[in-house]
């Protein structure tokens, strides 16, 4: 099996009411061939396979964990 980079995600506070995210697992968001698997910053899991510098002004809630994780740097 392929060995990918991790990347964490930035930590960022609960959205406001209203405001959209998305949640995973368990399905995770499978942009490209898995060039790096980016992980939730409190718990490790892994939230999304992507490029780097590929996905901006995402937020993800890590179901595992219930943190809020965001793709913007």
């Not at 697992?25 to 942009?31: D, I, R, S």
């Not at 890590?62 to 740097?73: I, L, P, Q, R």
């Amino acid at each position: 099996m392929v060995q990918h980079s991790k990347i964490s995600l930035k930590s960022i506070p609960r959205p406001l009411p209203g405001w959209g995210y998305i949640r995973a697992p368990p399905t995770l968001l499978h942009v490209t061939d898995r060039t790096a698997d980016f992980c939730c910053y409190n718990c490790g899991t892994v939230l999304m396979h992507a490029e780097t510098n590929q996905i901006f002004g995402l937020t993800i809630q890590c179901t595992n964990c219930g943190a809020f994780n965001s793709t913007e740097s």
